[in-house]
């Protein structure tokens, strides 16, 4: 038996479980430190050992290998911590990756597709720091295809580097596919726009949501200009975030006042903002389908995966099928890099178990991606309902009584079973809402506290997606990768999930997937003969999604949401608005304990 820990220590920093090369947990720190992206994933390793009394491997992926030491040892403080835990009682072997961060986006995502040769695109912001005897100083990673096939061998074929110290400069080794230049990459230029638009450069998300108010503007420079982004107007801050070079372009951009709203909820934003948006948003899809074309051609591939930020854009991902309706594409659902500790545990795992051994990767598709703990409900409701407070109600139900709940215009939120990997919550942390209701959009963005143009996604029963949605060739989309088209007359019937463009990012939903989110979307079509459900993630406005029961209570105590379904057990628990939820105080032992302790291996 091989028991391997992976973790990734920058930003959406993530630990992973994996025993006999299958993943059995898998967190991000934000989750349980509940701040948003948090780095150094201390809290899921020490996690882990809910699991597991020992491990083999400790794997320690990031960008770049000046990482923190402890004091007195001066050991790496991943190293030091899990050595810590151990408390002497058993040894492992450390791996550090540093060098290889866009091979690790490959690994997973090459893994997860089920395809026994592939070509696979990466597509970030800056990857690893990289050193090169050709050039004095750090470059960065930006866009990278892989020939992939199994057991585990991923074969450079092109890489786009550079440096923000390369202006005018330009280098080409034509046997590994690397060019050094002076351009940023594609995601750059998207980080740029962000920032300009009031946002944090990594909250891209946001930006993909207000492109469709956009629309084409000739007066706005060019952001790729001969197949490069454009370095004239865009300013890299490697290896975290990029600018509009304002100063060049005085006549349209104006600093001052365009980012006068940031961080303000209820934000203006001018059509040049909104006109940029919609510009990179189109761009950037033509500029990574570009990617895909050369990486086909490169490779003589039709097995495409996805994977890096970028493929956290749905809208493109959607786009990508239409224009290439002969490739199969699969796009990693945990793309971000925290998915890169899930590829450093795979990497590792072939490298030490299986390599020597000459045994095929027997690998399989992943099935789900609900890779987190497991909490048992009943040991904190006992002790909310022994307060005896009556504005705390917790009721016995069935999933017909939670879908007419909903269908009355009651906004709920449902906790069970293990929560999502990834930023998509997929019906185990998720609040639901009735989507015919007109001005439900507005709505939810209201009680989120989000941007009025954020859109909301929906989950919808497999076996009927196709009378709602055009999935551009697909079947299904069971991790909501893909922003779809609806299909004609269906916005009047959903509008609360319908965004500006006549697009909604869907999940479908089989019983197989998720029995009880199955059997409440089911209830809600009896009596709407609607098959679907408003979903969005169950957080406020700038939170991590909510991990444990605790996060779950404080949530809807700190808005305006009552309602919280637990199907695991059938029961409701309903807390009045009244007096501003002032009805303990959160820091109060919600739950006596965690639940069941997860099974050790």
């Known amino acids: ?90 040894n492992f072997n450390v791996t550090c990756i540093d060098t290889t961060h866009h091979q690790m986006h490959a ?122 982004v454009n370095r004239d107007m865009f300013m890299p801050n490697y290896p975290n975030g990029a600018y509009l070079i304002c100063d060049r372009y005085p006549g349209i951009f104006n600093l001052e006042e365009e980012t006068k709203f940031i961080g303000q909820q209820d934000a203006q934003y001018t059509e040049t903002q909104k006109d940029l948006a919609y510009s990179v948003q189109e761009t950037s899809e033509i500029y990574v389908g570009d990617l895909i074309q050369k990486a086909a051609d490169l490779t003589g591939e039709k097995n495409i995966c996805i994977s890096g930020g970028y493929g956290l854009n749905c809208v493109a991902n959607y786009k990508f099928k239409k224009r290439f309706p002969n490739l199969n594409i699969f796009v990693e659902p945990i793309s971000h890099d925290g998915g890169t500790s899930i590829g450093g545990a795979y990497s590792v795992y072939y490298d030490k178990y299986l390599k020597e051994k000459k045994e095929y990767f027997q690998l399989k598709p992943q099935k789900t991606i609900y890779y987190g703990p497991q909490y048992n409900p009943d040991s904190y409701l006992s002790y909310i309902e022994s307060l005896g407070d009556d504005r705390i109600e917790i009721n016995d139900v069935t999933y017909d009584d939670v879908a007419k709940t909903i269908r009355e215009g009651n906004i709920v939120t449902i906790f069970q079973g293990k929560s999502e990997g990834g930023p998509r919550a997929l019906g185990n942390r998720s609040i639901l809402f009735d989507p015919t209701i007109k001005d439900g959009k507005d709505l939810i963005n209201e009680v989120k506290h989000r941007e009025f143009f954020r859109p909301f996604a929906c989950s919808i029963l497999e076996d009927k997606v196709h009378d709602w949605f055009d999935l551009a060739g697909r079947d299904s989309s069971p991790s909501m990768m893909y922003a779809v088209d609806c299909l004609p007359g269906v916005e009047e019937k959903i509008p609360s999930v319908i965004h500006e463009d006549g697009t909604c990012r869907i999940q479908t939903v089989t019983k197989e997937q998720n029995e009880h989110y199955y059997n409440l979307i089911s209830a809600f079509e009896d009596i709407s003969d609607v098959p679907i459900l408003f979903n969005t993630s169950f957080n406020l406005g700038g939170q991590p999604l909510v991990e444990n029961p605790i996060d779950a209570i404080e949530t809807i105590v700190h808005s305006e949401i009552e309602y919280v379904y637990y199907p695991e057990i059938q029961k409701l628990l309903y807390i009045s608005n009244e007096k501003n939820k002032e009805i303990v105080d959160v820091g109060c032992p919600w739950y006596t304990g965690r639940g069941p302790e997860p099974t050790k291996i």
């Open 1 to 90: 038996m091989s028991i391997i820990v992976s973790c990734n220590r920058g930003h959406n920093a993530s630990t992973t479980l994996m025993v006999d090369g299958e993943v059995i947990f898998y967190l991000e720190e934000e989750r349980l430190s509940r701040f948003k992206r948090d780095g150094t994933p201390l809290l899921g390793l020490a996690k882990v050992f809910d699991y597991v009394n020992y491990i083999d491997e400790l794997v320690v992926c990031h960008t770049h290998r000046d990482g923190p030491q402890s004091d007195w040892t001066a050991e790496d403080l991943y190293k030091c911590f899990v050595r810590k835990l151990s408390r002497g009682k058993f």
């Open 107 to 228: 690994a997973c995502a090459f893994v997860h597709s089920g395809f026994d040769t592939a070509a696979c695109v990466i597509v970030d912001g800056a990857g690893s720091f990289l050193q090169s005897d050709s050039y004095q100083g750090t470059l960065f990673e930006f866009e990278t295809i892989f020939k992939a096939k199994k057991p585990f061998e991923f074969e450079q074929v092109y890489k786009h580097l550079g440096t923000d110290k390369s202006v005018g400069f330009n280098l080409v080794d034509e046997d590994t596919g690397t060019y050094v230049t002076e351009h940023p990459g594609i995601v750059k230029a998207y980080e740029a726009v962000t920032r300009y638009c009031g946002f944090q450069s990594i909250d891209a998300g946001k930006l993909m949501g207000l492109s469709p108010y956009g629309k084409p503007n000739p007066s706005l420079p060019p952001i790729v200009r001969d197949g490069w």
